[in-house]
């Protein structure tokens, strides 16, 4: 990406994927309003002037960032208004707006998730396989449950419930989290056949996934979980009782 005379790089990531400003607020230059740093999203401008989609927002240079949905963008795109508050952002309008820069930033984003779930897959940390999921779930040794887009109502429950029982929150609604894509994204990305329900053992690679989750969710508006604390599935013992 370029960077301009004078503009920052951007903010230095650690070793996780997280950046060390995570907690401090962005300004959507479509809407004007605030919001976390890892809700929203960063737009930067290629060598050749292009804008696109940074989707892990550790692109060098000016970035600008938006907090809105990929129907919102489009019709921001459409209007011009997009092109305006990038010019006001970048400080010049020597930049082109593409014009299926919504089709990228959800196949970035996308991406970007599923990338994600392959590095905690390598790593060990992603459990597959139903009966696993069900087992150490009942144990208390799930941090996020995730299900396929497509995945039956009925193996859905049963985990959920097997989800609860290990959180001690019979009754309380809490459930793992529908993703935004298929079991055949899921299994092409992670090279597993059949990939239909996920979770996570570990609270810090669940809060790695959740960054790029919840990035893609707030792009296709979809709802968090019911009951979860962040909209990626990640939910304790402790919440659970808040």
């Not at 990338?115 to 940390?125: D, P, T």
Request: charge should be neutral; hydrophobic fraction near 40%; include cysteine.
């Amino acid at each position: 990406m370029r960077n301009p005379q004078h503009d920052t790089l951007g903010s230095p990531k650690t070793e996780t994927g997280a950046s060390p400003e995570k907690g401090s607020e962005r300004r959507c230059v479509l809407t004007g309003q605030t919001g976390s740093r890892d809700a929203f999203l960063r737009l930067a401008i290629s060598p050749d002037g292009h804008v696109l989609p940074d989707a892990l927002a550790k692109a060098p240079g000016r970035g600008a960032w938006i907090g809105v949905s990929r129907a919102e963008l489009e019709e921001a795109i459409s209007a011009g208004r997009l092109k305006g508050a990038l010019s006001r952002a970048f400080k010049s309008g020597d930049f082109t707006v593409p014009e299926n820069l919504g089709a990228q930033m959800q196949s970035a984003l996308e991406k970007a998730f599923l990338q994600r779930l392959g590095l905690e897959m390598r790593s060990g940390r992603l459990i597959l396989g139903s009966d696993r999921i069900r087992d150490d779930a009942r144990m208390g040794k799930v941090a996020a449950l995730f299900h396929a887009r497509d995945a039956s109502e009925d193996g859905c429950k049963k985990l959920d419930q097997a989800y609860r029982v290990g959180l001690d929150a019979e009754g309380s609604g809490v459930t793992g989290t529908r993703l935004p894509l298929d079991r055949e994204a899921l299994s092409v990305a992670l090279g597993r056949e059949n990939v239909v329900h996920m979770a996570l053992a570990d609270t810090r690679s669940a809060e790695r996934v959740a960054i790029p989750l919840g990035r893609l969710q707030t792009f296709l508006v979809a709802a968090p979980a019911a009951g979860t604390s962040d909209g990626a599935g990640v939910m304790t013992g402790a919440d659970a009782h808040e």
